[in-house]
T-cell receptor, first 114, second 114 residues
Framework: IAGITQAPTSQILAAGRRMTLRCTQD?????MYWYRQDLGLGLRLIHY???????GKGEVPDGYSVSRANTDDFPLTLASAVPSQTSVYFC?????????????FGPGTRLTVL | GESVGLHLPTLSVQEGDNSIINCAYS??????FIWYKQESGKGPQFIID?????DKRQGQRVTVLLNKTVKHLSLQIAATQPGDSAVYFC?????????????FGGGTRVLVKP
């Protein structure tokens, strides 16, 4: 079934550790995004990539980095995790080339930083 | 699953009744709007979208209304069913030229009573 997969499903991480959240889509969408979702808040954009080889900062990029080596994969890295990064992380993709702006979301990764 | 938000506005609806969920947006330059549904423990799921050159769009059991004069968006769900219980988010896209970056509202929880 075509769509977006994220790994891991959940993770408990000690503060100061490095962590990479994985995201893969098989829809050949050119654009991909990372959001975080916190209790009582909507989704906030961390980083995005309009096409392979390019990335950009969203609303809350500090403490996170991304790479886009190919169309399908868009990993999000926390270089040194802090408790305020405890959140649910969603990856999304969209096919902007076709003129469709709709973003499709993965199932999320629940991250707890202690 | 993860609780999306403990203090979200909540709409309680009797099964079979119609639901209306409202959303105010802030940027008059927004030209594309989407409604998402998020069930507990899952990622947001696309429901319906509308562009700023329209004021109404209908889908299966759902209708989105856009009032650009007062910057207001609404989602109407006809004959609400138990499966409609979820958190609903509106999202706006400021400018395609600036990248397809959605800004999300805080969400409304819909509870369907049998």
């Amino acid at each position: 079934i075509a769509g977006i997969t994220q790994a891991p499903t959940s993770q408990i991480l000690a503060a100061g550790r490095r962590m990479t959240l994985r995201c893969t889509q098989d829809m050949r969408h050119n654009a991909m995004y990372w959001y975080r979702q916190d209790l009582g808040l909507g989704l906030r954009l961390i980083h995005y990539s309009n096409t392979a080889g390019t990335t950009g900062k969203g609303e809350v990029p500090d403490g996170y980095s991304v790479s886009r080596a190919n169309t399908d994969d868009f990993p999000l890295t926390l270089a040194s995790a802090v408790p305020s990064q405890t959140s649910v992380y969603f990856c999304a993709s969209s096919d902007s080339v076709s003129g469709t702006d709709t973003q499709y979301f993965g199932p999320g990764t629940r991250l707890t930083v202690l | 699953g993860e609780s999306v938000g403990l203090h979200l506005p909540t709409l309680s609806v009797q099964e079979g009744d119609n639901s209306i969920i409202n959303c105010a947006y802030s940027n008059s330059a927004s030209d594309y709007f989407i409604w998402y549904k998020q069930e507990s423990g899952k990622g947001p799921q696309f429901i319906i979208d509308i562009r700023s050159n329209m004021d109404k769009r209908q889908g299966q059991r759902v209708t989105v209304l856009l009032n650009k004069t007062v910057k207001h968006l609404s989602l109407q769900i006809a004959a609400t069913q138990p499966g409609d219980s979820a958190v609903y988010f509106c999202a706006e896209n400021i400018s395609k030229a600036a990248g397809n970056k959605l800004t999300f509202g805080g969400g409304t929880r819909v509870l369907v009573k049998p």
